[in-house]
């Protein structure tokens, strides 16, 4: 379907060859000089060109808007494992200027090297597991520092500098992970991913929300918030954030998983975690998500959902939150143990099959859009054309009457 705005230059095109307008074939008793004939057919190898190059720009904005509703934002989590500080530095650098001299007749251009000196730093830096670097702040890396505590110096940056400046030279250092749980440095950040099925309510069987449920309800990483911990009335006796946030760090790259833990007050009912489900249209293919109501530390009520085939760990995650008073401690050894050996993250290639249907509104405007850009490459290559062709032939009518007159 859209490919249908490509088909626009293929049917003007056929209206083209049909049409005396533009003759790019010679037919019997066809008296147009040779130039003609080529002149129009490369017009029309201009319009093929320029057409389907532009409608193919459009086919591909109907596809992106028409498909951009099947994407959708997930949390993912990392940990960092090395820190890079550098120290401001100089260095001598050139470039080349032009520059003007006299005016009318007697003006000349002139180039000349400029010598100057370039400031540089200070940088901060942190390379996570994924081997990705991200700058950051001197006040994260003086925290984390602290915590790791085995900040060396790997080098430095030598300075140079231009003229009567002063060279100035940088220190480099660096700092580890030193490979323990409790000194994780965890970073979380957001990402899309395909999910047709949300585009097919008659297959996930969730209805649909409606338009204060979802106000209500917003998902988390629509919000782009990454915490683990998501608050829907209720409180935990002893929430810890950067506890759970370490958890998802270390199994996030492992297990490709994003864990949420969705507090509801005492007095909530189980079906308003049906309403969350219906506002959310599901988890994300790479969220377990665990809804419980809580009293105090006593655990009234608790589900689990993801997309997993094999929802074994949903079931030991209930049964631990039910067990025992609630402990967020408990909570992230029973992940700890749990999900490397029972999280599977799904794969949506098995809803492929999925048709997902593009709204009219993108269809109509492609077409439009389409038929417009071909009337205009039309009338502009016609146009332009004919002007060329005019201009060709007082050139060479001036041509011939300068001859004559010699």
């Not at 005396?20 to 003609?36: A, I, R």
């Not at 480099?172 to 957001?190: G, L, M, N």
């Not at 593009?358 to 389409?370: K, P, R, Y």
Request: proline share 4%; aromatic share 12%; net charge positive.
């Amino acid at each position: 379907m859209w490919l249908i705005p490509i088909l626009i230059p293929v049917l003007a095109a056929f209206v083209i060859l049909v049409s005396p307008k533009w003759n790019v074939v010679k037919q019997p008793g066809d008296f147009n000089s040779g130039w003609s004939l080529r002149e129009n057919r490369k017009r029309f190898g201009i319009f093929l060109l320029v057409s389907f190059i532009l409608t193919g720009l459009v086919a591909g904005g109907l596809y992106w808007g028409g498909t951009a509703k099947m994407w959708y934002k997930e949390v993912w989590n990392n940990k960092v494992l090395r820190m890079k500080h550098e120290e401001k530095w100089t260095t001598h650098e050139t470039r080349t200027e032009t520059y003007t001299t006299g005016s009318g007749k007697n003006q000349q251009t002139h180039t000349r090297i400029v010598h100057y000196t370039e400031d540089h730093g200070p940088y901060w830096t942190l390379y996570d597991d994924q081997g990705k670097r991200h700058r950051t702040n001197e006040g994260v890396y003086r925290k984390w520092v602290g915590i790791w505590g085995n900040e060396k110096k790997t080098g430095e940056n030598k300075g140079s500098a231009a003229g009567f400046d002063r060279a100035i030279t940088g220190g480099i250092f660096e700092s580890h992970w030193p490979k323990t749980f409790e000194t994780i440095h965890p970073r979380a950040s957001i990402h899309k991913y395909k999910n047709k099925v949300r585009q097919a309510p008659s297959v996930l069987n969730l209805g649909e929300p409606t338009e204060e449920l979802v106000k209500r309800y917003p998902r988390p990483a629509d919000q782009n918030n990454t915490s683990p911990i998501i608050y829907l009335g209720g409180v935990l006796p002893d929430a810890d954030d950067l506890l759970l946030r370490r958890v998802n760090a270390k199994l996030g790259r492992q297990c490709e998983i994003h864990t949420i833990l969705v507090v509801f007050p005492k007095d909530a009912p189980r079906s308003v975690m049906d309403d969350v489900l219906v506002a959310w249209q599901g988890p994300n293919k790479n969220e377990l998500a665990t809804f419980l109501s809580i009293d105090g530390r006593t655990v009234k009520w608790c589900e689990v959902h993801s997309w997993l085939d094999n929802t074994t760990i949903h079931g030991i995650v209930r049964d631990a939150m039910m067990g025992e008073p609630f402990s967020c401690q408990r909570y992230a050894d029973m992940l700890l143990e749990n999900v490397p050996r029972h999280w599977h993250r799904k794969e949506f290639v098995d809803f492929d099959y999925l048709k997902v249907n593009i709204h009219w509104g993108w269809i109509v405007s492609a077409l439009v859009l389409s038929i417009i850009i071909v009337f205009l490459v039309y009338f502009g290559l016609d146009g332009g054309f004919e002007r060329v062709a005019d201009r060709r032939r007082e050139r060479r009518w001036q041509r011939f009457q300068n001859r004559r007159n010699w």
